[in-house]
């Protein structure tokens, strides 16, 4: 099994930044790809971005491109999504995602493993 804790998400107003941090536990050698998803009541839980095994690749969703910035320290087993310029749209409750495949995935039935989230919250 592997263990996913969220941290960093907060109250923000529009146009700051928050980073939120994944810490991987467990067995931590079977996480491939990683991804950060987020969820809004009563809306399906969407894609933000995911970060490859070794780093050297990512991919995010068109609504985030150009703000966000995911990357993966797997020395210390974590993940970050870095978000700047943020909009009240991008409040949500994030989630990190871990995969066993070595594939960019961005479908939550790609992800095994997964953690309780943390709430970001941007204000007009």
């Known amino acids: 099994q592997v263990q996913l804790v969220e941290s960093g998400g907060g109250l923000v107003q529009t146009g700051g930044s928050l980073r939120l941090s994944c810490a991987a536990s467990?067995?931590?050698?079977?996480?491939?790809?990683m991804g950060w998803f987020r969820q809004v009541p009563g809306k399906e839980r969407e894609f933000v971005a995911a970060v490859s095994w070794s780093a050297g690749s990512t991919y995010y969703a068109d609504s985030v491109k150009g703000r966000f910035t995911i990357s993966r320290d797997n020395a210390k087993n974590t993940v970050y999504l870095q978000m700047n310029s943020l909009k009240p749209e991008d409040t949500a409750l994030y989630y990190c995602a871990a995969s066993v495949e070595y594939a960019l995935r961005t479908r939550e039935r790609d992800y095994m493993y997964w953690g309780q989230g943390t709430q970001v919250t941007v204000s007009s």
């Open positions: 467990g067995r931590t050698f079977s996480t491939r790809t």
